[in-house]
């Protein structure tokens, strides 16, 4: 696979990408045995400079997510940074010192209504039983999860902390790509059932593009 080119897999039509530009790496960079310094595929994020690219990498799994939102929709691939930095001025995120804080979901659903055409509702208080009935009327859900999702029989020490895009919900199971996937398995169309998904999600997301508008 081309990193900077969409990948499907065989059961989606919803391109992937890895928050980190290239999905081979991500187990090692989990890991702690990449460093984001090496990643060479760092242009294709939009960045200027690598440093850009390694002071924004760990926060842009929901910039990530609204990625391939857009490719799905409009089929355009978007540089995931000139889409984080075009939802500063709307406070998608702050700067703390040298943090940064976000997503934040209000200034985020704005963004995408202004200036990508998208419909988008912040979601709270919801459970994993319920995504499905949001996926009925919205085509996506970008869900807050423990990033340790990736590794469905471990017990997370908190819910939430991480974005993955749900394309999929019934009653039954939960299939979503996870922008930090340490694997293909864990990248892609990952289909966990619905109480395995509960341990991870933290009840709030963001639900994107109304099913009965037309593909931007």
Known sequence: ??????????????????????????????AGDIKLSDISFWP??????????????????????????????????VPVLKLTYRSLSYGAYIREGD?????????????????????????VDISAQEIAGQLQEHR?????????????????????????????ADAQTVTFHNPSGHNVSTQQDVTLPVETFARFFAGRGISLVKKTQPQQ
């Open 1 to 30: 696979m081309s990193v900077n080119q969409p990948s499907f897999s065989a059961s989606s039509a919803v391109p992937y990408f890895n928050q980190w530009e290239d999905p081979d790496c991500a187990a090692g960079i989990i």
């Open 44 to 77: 294709h994020s939009g960045a200027s400079e690598q440093q850009e690219f390694i002071e924004w990498a760990n926060h842009v799994c929901g910039m990530c997510c609204l990625k391939m939102v857009l490719a799905a929709v409009s089929g355009k691939v």
């Open 99 to 123: 943090n940064i804080k976000g997503l934040i979901y209000a200034p985020f659903v704005e963004y995408v209504r202004q200036e990508l055409g998208l419909e988008a509702q912040v979601k």
């Open 140 to 168: 996506f859900f970008i869900a807050s999860v423990h990033p340790s999702v990736r590794i469905p029989d471990s017990t997370p020490p908190h819910k939430g902390g991480h974005l993955v895009l749900v394309t999929r």
